[in-house]
């Protein structure tokens, strides 16, 4: 998998799409052929939000109570673990800075690139929240509203932790430095995404929280991306 | 009453705190002259 | 006339140099004035009874803890626009007072909050989002001091900042989209609530804490020239 099989011809311009769909299929492919990762982070989060009704005690009420909480930071958490892998590879090796050579404009595969650490990391973590859901007795509406909530938090964790990734690239400080720096701005997602499964647990609509996070999600997309790229290229000079 | 404990807290780590950053700020600005003098010496050697 | 004469270190340098000692003056004298009103012209509340006068510290602290992140934000996206040096400096410099002006704010409310609302601290939605920008600037200052090249420290620090802006609107808001503990705005441009006297205490202490910022950071920034710019000819010749 090279840059040059993507491009049309020797001097040809790029396209958003073409960018995007090279660089997902990239990605996709390198965590397909190393499920490592993915599996790691499902591992994760498997066992962190198994750690908790061992430690507060395993009152069904109790743990209802928490769940919608507990499970969101276990997703969190499982989502920033994975975080450092997304660009390091590609820093270390030489790749990062070839593809900012490529045609295509640098959102476009940057936003591939992210697409991909998403399917491979908060994807799953979704697909399996209503599975620990279950384990911690919510109700079916609720389980419903925790995947949705996790389905539009998880990808705006992937791009603020990917803007913190790019930002913290080759610093002194390692993994801490990335924890104080991406944990402030993952809270307000935390707290409209547990927000949401928490009313709809109480009997109130979350439509308010899903429409938030939703908010969130499109500004997100909108304007991250040209953020990590400015990263990008301030760690590269 | 009490509340003169709470206040106190309140305006005594203020003050404290300010304290804090001028002692910082005084701290600071001897550290730079100290390297501005390792400069000299470095360009001194030469 | 030149704008942009200032925007070298080492003209800069003097400037600052020249103003920070007006803008202490300016931050002693409406804090005195403002701890005047606060405690002897300013009544005894009904409800809190002297408890209440934290206020005059509490809101200031906030308020100033808010805007000095904003301010910070607006030079770091100067330095990458225009990809100064100075602008970055000014960011670096305002991180620390913005910094304590929050732990302030949090420590003075949760002394606030013991004798008022039974607890030192509560997650409500204001005092979360102060806490979350508490911890914007120690990233802040975390990640421009995270590299050899302070250059790279400057620019990566200022996106964070730009990143981080998001957080204000979500302070602001924040009590008016979760209907909590935390007491409502009392203070808009349409008009307060409060005893005129309490009023005009808290704005003069805001208005020194801001002085007191303005100094602090060219105070700093001063600081910051001397190391970044040590090598040159100016600084060797000064001192």
């Known amino acids: 998998m090279n840059a040059a099989t993507a491009t049309a011809g020797p001097v040809s311009a790029g396209s958003f799409a073409t960018g995007f769909a090279w660089s997902f299929a990239r990605d996709l492919t390198l965590a397909i052929r190393h499920p490592g990762e993915t599996l790691l982070v499902v591992a994760f989060f498997v066992l962190v939000a198994s750690l908790f009704p061992l430690g507060v005690g395993a009152d069904p009420q109790l743990l209802a109570r928490i769940g919608p909480g507990v499970i969101w930071v276990c997703a969190l958490l499982a989502a920033f673990l994975s975080l450092p892998a997304l660009f390091a590879g590609d820093y270390a090796d030489g790749t990062l800075e070839q593809m900012t050579l490529s045609p295509h404009p640098m959102p476009s595969w940057a936003s591939g690139k992210i697409a991909a650490h998403w399917v491979a990391s908060g994807l799953p973590l979704t697909v399996l929240s209503p599975l620990i859901g279950l384990q911690y007795g919510l109700d079916p509406a609720t389980l419903g509203t925790l995947a949705a909530a996790l389905l539009l938090g998880t990808p705006i964790l992937s791009l603020l932790g990917a803007a913190c990734t790019a930002l913290a690239l080759g610093a002194r400080g390692g993994g801490v430095l990335l924890a104080l720096l991406a944990l402030p701005l993952f809270v307000p997602v935390l707290i409209f995404g547990a927000g949401a499964a928490e009313a709809q647990a109480a009997g109130l609509s979350p439509a308010p929280h899903l429409s938030l996070l939703a908010a969130g999600l499109i500004l997100a997309l909108m304007a991250l991306p040209f953020a990590i790229c400015a990263a990008i290229r301030i760690a590269l000079d | 009453m009490d509340h003169q404990f709470y206040l106190w807290m309140s305006y005594g780590a203020t003050a404290l705190a300010l304290a804090a950053e001028m002692v910082a700020l005084r701290a600071g600005r001897a550290r730079a002259r100290r390297l501005i003098e390792e400069e000299r010496d470095l360009e001194a050697q030469d | ?239």
């Open chain 3, 1 to 239: 006339m030149n704008f942009y004469y200032f925007s070298s270190p080492a003209t800069f340098y003097r400037l600052a140099g020249t103003m920070a000692p007006f803008f202490f003056a300016a931050a002693l004298a409406t804090g005195i004035a403002g701890l005047y009103m606060g405690f002897v012209v300013a009544p005894t509340d009904a409800q809190q009874g002297e408890v209440y006068r934290v206020i005059f510290i509490h809101v200031p602290a906030a308020w100033m803890s808010m805007f000095a992140y904003f301010v910070m934000a607006c030079y770091g996206a100067i330095s990458l626009t225009f990809n100064t040096r100075l602008a970055a400096m000014m960011a670096r410099a305002i991180a620390p007072t913005g910094a304590m002006f929050t732990f302030v704010a949090l420590w003075t409310g949760s002394f606030w909050g013991r004798p008022t609302w039974g607890t030192y601290w509560v997650w409500d939605a204001r005092i979360t989002s102060e806490l979350v920008l508490l911890f914007l600037y120690l990233g802040f200052i975390a990640l421009a001091n995270a590299f050899e090249d302070p250059r790279r420290g400057d620019r990566a620090a200022a996106l964070l900042a730009i990143i981080g802006v998001v957080n204000l609107p979500i302070i602001y808001f924040s009590v008016q989209w979760w209907n909590t503990l935390h007491q409502g705005s009392s203070v808009s441009f349409k008009g307060t609530s409060m005893h005129v006297a309490m009023l005009w205490a808290m704005l003069l202490m805001a208005i020194s804490f801001w002085m007191y910022t303005i100094g602090a950071a060219l105070v700093r920034c001063r600081t910051i020239i001397l190391e970044r710019e040590r090598r040159a000819q100016w600084v060797r010749a000064m001192t």
